[in-house]
C-alpha cells in the first residue's frame, strides 16, 4: 500500500514520534493507522502520546550570550517544578538554547524544523519527544527569540535560577565594564518591574485609545466623579494615563536604585552616558517569564504518589 503524506502526518500528530518512524511503521504495517500506533509504542516512539494533552506551565528560561552582540533567550516548559530542577532537563533547556543562539529561523514552527546540533540525524522537534520519553513528562519548548545587535552590545540577566530571562540592546559606540554594569542593572530592572515598551515612543497609538477608553469607563463610575465637566474628566483620563505609561515604559520608570528614590531610567542612562563619555541609549529588550499567560494546575502531590503507587 503506498503511503501518503497525510497518512504520515495523521500518524505523526497522534504520536508525537518523528516522522521518518512514523513512515516506517506505516510501511511496516501496510498502511493500518492502529496497528502502526503500536509498533512506535513498542519501540517506545510513542510514549509522548499519552502527555500531549497535560499541562506544561513549570520549566525553565535560558539566556545564552554567544558574544557582545549576539544573545538569545528560550522557555521550555515542564509538566512540574520537580522535573524543572532535574539535571536532565536543565542540560535539555541549556542545549536548546544554543541552538536559538546558532538559529536564523524567525518562527517556532521553522525553529523545530531545524537540524539539532547535536545529533543531525534529528530535528529539534524530535530530540524534544525523545526528552519527553526519557523524563516522563510533557515538556513544551513554547517560545525563542535572538537578538543581534547592529551599533553596540547586548547584555542579559537570569533571575530565580530561570524564572525570568532577560536580554537588553543598546546602542553604544563604547562597550566596556562600566557601560556593561548599567544595562546589566537596567536588566534586572526589567526582571522586577516588567515594563512593556522601551519608552512611550514605542506605545502605539492602539494601546493608548484601548488604555483611554478603559480610563473612561473608570470614571463613569466612579461617584467622586459623577457631574463633573468633560474638561475635568478630560484632564483626569490623560492625567492617569500618563501615570500608567511610566509604569509600562522602561525610560519612565523609577530607576530602581536610585539614590534620591527620584531619578528615572531615562536619566541613570544619562549619567552613565556621562561618565563613560559615550553615546548610550537601549533599543530593545526581551523578558520571558516562565509560565506567563499559562494556566497551571493545581497539583496534589500525596495524592499523585497514590495513583502512581496504584498504578
Known amino acids: 500500500m503506498a503511503i501518503s503524506a497525510s497518512m504520515v502526518k495523521e500518524l505523526r500528530e497522534m504520536t508525537g514520534a518523528g516522522m521518518m518512524d512514523c513512515k516506517k511503521a506505516l510501511t511496516e504495517t501496510n498502511g493500518n493507522m492502529g496497528a502502526a500506533v503500536e509498533v512506535l509504542r513498542k519501540k517506545g516512539q510513542a510514549k509522548a502520546e499519552t502527555k500531549a494533552n497535560r499541562i506544561a506551565a513549570e520549566g525553565l528560561c535560558r539566556v545564552i550570550v554567544k558574544d557582545e552582540k549576539t544573545a538569545a533567550v528560550v522557555e521550555v516548559n515542564s509538566e512540574t517544578d520537580f522535573v524543572a530542577k532535574n539535571e536532565e532537563f536543565q542540560n535539555f533547556v541549556s542545549a536548546v538554547a544554543e541552538q536559538a543562539v546558532a538559529s536564523d529561523a524567525q518562527d517556532l514552527d521553522a525553529f523545530l524544523a531545524e537540524a539539532w546540533k547535536a545529533d543531525a540525524s534529528k530535528t529539534v522537534k524530535e530530540a524534544l519527544l525523545d526528552k519527553v520519553a526519557v523524563i516522563g513528562e510533557n515538556l513544551n519548548i513554547r517560545r525563542f527569540e535572538k537578538v543581534v545587535a547592529e551599533n553596540g552590545c547586548v547584555v542579559s540577566y537570569t533571575h530565580g535560577g530561570g524564572r525570568i530571562g532577560v536580554i537588553v540592546e543598546a546602542d553604544t559606540d563604547v562597550v566596556n565594564d562600566g557601560v556593561k554594569e548599567a544595562l546589566t542593572n537596567i536588566a534586572m530592572q526589567i526582571a522586577a518591574l516588567a515594563p512593556k515598551y522601551v519608552s512611550t515612543e514605542d506605545v502605539s497609538e492602539e494601546y493608548k485609545a484601548h488604555e483611554k477608553e478603559i480610563l473612561m469607563a ?11 465637566p468633560e474638561k475635568v ?54 523578558r520571558f517569564e516562565t509560565g506567563e499567560g499559562l494556566e497551571k494546575k493545581e497539583e496534589n502531590f500525596a495524592e499523585e504518589v497514590a495513583k502512581q503507587m496504584n498504578a
Open 218 to 228: 473608570q470614571i463613569a463610575n466612579d461617584p467622586k466623579m459623577a457631574g463633573k
Open 233 to 286: 474628566i478630560e484632564g483626569a483620563v490623560v492625567g492617569r494615563l500618563n501615570k500608567e505609561l511610566k509604569e509600562v515604559c522602561l525610560l519612565e520608570q523609577t530607576y530602581v536604585k536610585a539614590e534620591d528614590g527620584k531619578q528615572t531610567v531615562a536619566k541613570y542612562i544619562e549619567q552613565v552616558a556621562k561618565e563613560n563619555n559615550a553615546k548610550l541609549s537601549v533599543k530593545r529588550f526581551v
